[in-house]
């Protein structure tokens, strides 16, 4: 039952009729010209917590990446990199189950549409993800390994399209 509950999850994350944005080349122009950006970590579920997985624990940790990176991170940016975390678990069972988690960052800025110029809204243009499994009492190092190299891909496709 797990298994199945954690394939059905993972399909329909990674469906193609549940996709926007990517991380292809029209994705990436996108990115050019983007100076600063902020982070926002969308809420996660009370039990990941309790595994030391945090949203102020990934927000620090996403930022000194995409600094490392030679992003800047401003809060007061308009333009915002956000990290949406899915988890699965099956609590049933004498043993402890893993937890199957989707993490996913996308770049959201503000668009203008052309039929009329007054209406304004954000949209994800860029976006990348990953799907693990881990026990959980590796759950934050996993998590952590995982969004690095997240953050890494966005590093790389600002970079592709905004040369030093």
């Given at each position: ?73 401003d809060q007061s940016a308009v333009e915002f ?84």
């Amino acid at each position: 039952m797990y298994r199945t509950t954690l394939l059905s999850l993972a399909l329909l994350v990674l469906s193609p009729a549940t996709q926007g944005a990517g991380d292809t080349s029209l994705d990436r122009v996108t990115l050019r010209g983007l100076k600063a950006l902020g982070v926002i970590v969308d809420p996660l579920d009370p039990q990941l917590d309790q595994e030391g997985l945090t949203a102020a624990g990934l927000a620090r940790q996403l930022e000194a990446r995409l600094r490392d990176g030679g992003i800047t991170v401003d809060q007061s940016a308009v333009e915002f990199l956000g990290v949406h975390v899915l988890a699965a678990r099956n609590k049933k069972g004498p043993f402890s189950q893993p937890y199957g988690l989707c993490l996913r960052i996308g770049l959201y800025q503000p668009v203008t549409l052309n039929r009329d110029k007054e209406i304004k809204t954000a949209t994800q243009t860029w976006e990348a993800e990953t799907v693990l499994v881990a026990p959980p009492k590796a759950l934050a190092q996993a998590s952590a390994a995982e969004l690095d190299q997240l953050a890494d891909r966005f590093v790389s496709a600002w970079k592709s399209v905004n040369p030093q």
